[in-house]
């Protein structure tokens, strides 16, 4: 019902920079909320940020100020712009997103297939 597709993730030097996007797509759904979660080797997956569809966003203390999630209703895609990158960062990327059905009640969540970003000198 839902496609997601991810892109930008790659290897960076700490410091530098990498803007990861999702774009989702799906009949009669409006997708209310869209996230980011990571999972790095070893541990379990978190959230990173989250926005709604009116721009309230939220943030994992550790990328606060690092980190912007913004998003296009109108192409259904969300963006997490990714400065200053730390070795700690090192991690699969998913994107996350709350469909609800336009035409009905109900609604579920879904992910996308992840993509790697590595931190590294």
């Known amino acids: 019902q839902v496609q997601l597709v991810e892109s930008g993730g790659g290897l960076v030097q700490p410091g530098g920079s990498l803007r990861l996007s999702c774009a989702a797509s799906?009949?009669?759904?409006?997708?209310?909320?869209m996230g980011w979660y990571r999972q790095a080797p070893g541990k379990q997956r978190e959230l990173v940020a989250g926005?709604?569809?009116?721009?309230?966003?939220n943030y994992e203390d550790s990328v606060k100020g690092r980190f912007t999630i913004s998003r296009d209703n109108a192409k259904n895609t969300v963006y997490l712009q990714m400065n200053s990158l730390k070795p700690d960062d090192t991690a699969v990327y998913y994107c996350?997103?709350?469909?609800?059905?336009?035409?009905?009640?109900?609604?579920?969540?879904?992910w996308g297939q992840g993509t790697q970003v590595t931190v590294s000198s």
């Open positions: 996350k997103v709350r469909a609800m059905r336009t035409d009905g009640p109900g609604g579920a969540d879904y």
């Open positions: 799906g009949s009669n759904l409006s997708f209310y909320v």
């Open positions: 926005i709604t569809s009116t721009g309230n966003t």
